[in-house]
């Protein structure tokens, strides 16, 4: 069965510093892989994904993630972040052939100025 | 265009008592999704639907039941609320199946006592 793990529950940066959040997810057939934010207060909207060919996947506010199949890891990044990019933030995987996407627990990001 | 709008957008309610949560999206989606959204574990799908008369069982849909009977609709009944249903309640929909963008309403805050 599909699962996800996010790493850290909470991450906290300085303004213009880099960020990785971690993502690794378990199975054994093909996946479609997700990154959604969450405002405060708001609903999830998605910040990209990775359906098929190329591994490095860009997506909105200058975010990217890097599907690496050998790790199981769908990690997102950040260059240099912003006060506006605190949020939290969900993995999450579709098995092909499977209905349904499974989110992970959640990454806190807090940016401090 | 609104997208997807939920009621209402918080509620008490008492234990034992039905509750129905509203959902429409105006996006002409065929699939949607009623998710919740708890402290610590992220968001488990309860229902979902790929398509108008048809619904599906989530990760945990005990307590809870969907009707599917046109595009727009995709209400979420508690048929006798308990306190373990206190959540955030959001619904989603997507264009073709969980291999698409979803896109999430802005959520139902639910109390039960």
């Known amino acids: 069965a599909q699962s996800v793990t996010q790493l850290d529950s909470q991450v906290p940066v300085f303004e213009e510093a880099p960020v990785e959040l971690r993502c690794n997810y378990s199975?054994?057939?093909?996946?479609?892989l997700f990154w959604y934010v969450q405002y405060p207060n708001q609903g999830l909207q998605l910040l990209l994904k990775?359906?098929?060919?190329?591994?490095l996947v860009k997506g909105i506010n200058g975010f990217e993630a890097e599907f690496n199949k050998s790790q199981t890891s769908f990690h997102l990044r950040k260059p240099s972040v912003h006060i506006s990019d605190t949020a939290e933030y969900f993995c999450?995987?579709?098995?092909?052939?499977?209905?349904?996407?499974?989110f992970g627990k959640g990454t806190k990001l807090t940016v401090n100025p | 265009i609104a997208g997807i709008t939920q009621a209402p957008t918080s509620q008490i309610l008492a234990a034992g008592r039905r509750m129905t949560l509203r959902c429409t999206q105006d996006m002409r989606h065929n699939a949607m999704y009623w998710y919740r959204q708890d402290l610590g574990l992220g968001l488990r799908l309860i229902h979902y639907?790929?398509?108008?008369?048809?619904?599906g069982k989530g990760e945990v849909p005990d307590g809870y039941s969907v009707s599917r009977a046109n595009t727009d609709d995709f209400p979420l009944t508690l048929a006798s609320a308990v306190p373990s249903q206190t959540s955030v309640y959001f619904c989603?929909?997507?264009?073709?199946?969980?291999?698409?963008?979803?896109?999430f309403g802005p959520g139902t805050r639910l109390t039960v006592l």
């Open positions: 989603a929909s997507s264009r073709e199946g969980a291999s698409d963008t979803q896109y």
């Open positions: 999450a995987v579709k098995e092909g052939g499977s209905e349904k996407l499974v």
């Open positions: 199975s054994s057939v093909s996946v479609y």
């Open positions: 639907s790929n398509t108008a008369g048809t619904t």
């Open positions: 990775y359906l098929s060919g190329s591994t």
